[in-house]
């Protein structure tokens, strides 16, 4: 190794040896800090209100769709329509689809078309087989949903018609609303053929938001009417072309213990009432959530009204029935009727065959006998009959699980229809 090797040696030793001092990273922190941030240059602001107005400009066209409609007449569905749906076909308020799908059995199920607002979709179809149909063929099959762009809209009710010959069948059929956002819809049907799994099968079809016919009549309500075991408040009104819908929700305690509970709600307008189509409810936590379907507002509004004339309540009654004296007897359970029509025996059970006025269900019942008090186990075999007056009577046996004798029936309270005679102002804004 030769002088000028030897000192490149001794320096790269020198070198791999030498470290950075431990406070130079605390220095150069420093030195970093000390430094301004730099500003965002204003071509980035530019870009971000570009997106931001091109997002608008979307948004805006998606929406504008929902602002006109023009559609089509669908021929041969007058006896299933009601008188305001018919005035829309007639006015071609709705949207041809002409679609089909073959089914299981070699029918051929064509969508005629659909008619929408913001309440429902409403689709008009066909069933056809030139071999025939029988009246079961319309029940092996269910029409389930609709979905597309945020639209899953389940199906809430139907109605159909068998043609002359049986080879075709008309149909028309509601779902919930679809979304003015979805330019296609997908219907996903299922069959019910005997002794199968279900087969479940889609069909696509072009939808145009154009068509969607516009809202006449959307707020809140936010009123609140008491009743016997709680309250309902009505949240709002949505009244469109095909229907209105007032929603709400409520927190009664025996609500559902009668299928009569929204029977007694008249919706007013311009002093008549408006024809119910039906009612839905959902339960939560807190109560239920509900929605009431009404024919669509006349034209000309002026007034419109919530009139509660009956719903479920409840009276307590405490009362004692004695089964030797009353059997075949007509009891007044303060303005509301029952009969004991028949005591049996069955093994180890005691059978009471009553019959009630239909919308009054008993609460608290119990069998009184000198030993004990038995309380009621099951109610079977409920009808209906009309007695030698006409008056129409719900009928069901009580079971009671004793081998005893029993001296009498005692009867905690009543559920049932009450009339209440409250109602709500809406006003037309």
Known sequence: MNELEKQLSERKIELQSTTAPPELEGRLRDALSTIPPKKAK??????????????????????FNGFAYYGKKFLGFDDLNSGTLNQLNEAGMGQNVDEQIVL?????????????????LIMYYTVSNEEGLDEESIHTLHLHHISGFLTNSNASSGTSTFHENHTEIKGLMRFDPV??????????????????????????????PNLAMQTQLKQPINE???????????????????????????????????????????????????????SSSR?????????????????????????MKRFVGYEGLNQRVDLDSFVGETIDLNGKRLRIKEINRAEDELHL??????????????????EA?????????QTYTADE????????????????????????????????DLSVEIPIK
Request: aromatic share 10%; glycine share 8%.
């Open 179 to 208: 979304s003015g956002f979805a330019k296609n819809l997908t219907l996903t049907l299922h069959e019910y053929i005997e002794d199968s799994p279900l087969i479940e099968k889609k069909i696509t079809f072009p939808y145009n």
């Open 42 to 63: 204003p071509l980035k602001l530019m870009w971000r209100l570009s997106a931001a107005a091109l997002f608008f400009i979307v948004l805006v066209g998606y929406q």
């Open 353 to 370: 065959i009553i019959a009630t006025e239909d919308d009054v269900l008993l609460d608290g019942v119990t069998l009184i006998s000198e």
């Open 224 to 278: 609140t009417l008491k009743v016997d075991q709680g309250q309902i408040t009505f949240t709002s009104i949505t009244a469109t072309p095909t229907s209105t819908f007032i929603e709400g929700k409520l927190n009664v305690d025996n609500y559902g213990r009668l299928n009569q509970d929204f029977a007694g709600l008249e919706l007013i307008a311009n002093g008549k009432p408006v024809i119910r189509s039906g």
């Open 104 to 120: 299981e059995d070699g029918s051929i199920l064509t969508i005629d078309g659909v008619m929408t607002d913001a309440n429902q």
């Open 283 to 307: 339960s939560h936590i807190r109560g239920y959530t509900f929605d009431i379907r009404y024919d669509a507002l006349p034209e000309n509004l002026e007034t419109l009204e919530l009139k």
């Open 373 to 381: 008090s038995i309380p009621l186990s099951t109610t079977l075999n």
């Open 389 to 420: 007056n006409g008056y129409e009577w719900k009928v069901r046996t009580l079971v009671f699980k004793t081998a005893g004798d029993a001296d009498a029936l005692h009867i905690e309270g009543m559920h049932f229809m009450k009339e209440y």
